[in-house]
């Protein structure tokens, strides 16, 4: 079993920086991908980027660019470096770990950002 925990959102303003963290714990060695999803008031949850084992990333078309992905396993945390985040950026992110065919989601932080 894996347990995920969001921190480090908060308001931010449109041009500026924020990075969030996602923390794993328990059976941290089997996981295969760790990623962020986000939702915003009556839209749909969507991937924003994800990183695997292995150190593969990939991103959302919208966060090319401006957003980053990282890990640091001797910590078991994952980061999302936003900069230059965007008004539409606004929503509640998440953090998801995968392994083997289960996942486990955290409850979420909100960012939001202001113009």
Known sequence: QVQVVESGGGLVQAGGSLRLSCAASGSTFSINVIAWY??????????VAAISSDGGSNYAD????????????????????????????????????????RSSWGQGTQVTVSS
């Open 38 to 47: 986000r939702q915003a008031p009556g839209k749909e949850r969507e991937l």
């Open 62 to 101: 919208s966060v090319k660019g401006r957003f980053t992905i990282s890990s640091d396993n001797a910590k078991n945390t994952v980061y999302l470096q936003m900069n230059s985040p965007k008004p539409e950026d606004t929503a509640v992110y998440y953090c998801n770990a995968m392994w083997g065919v």
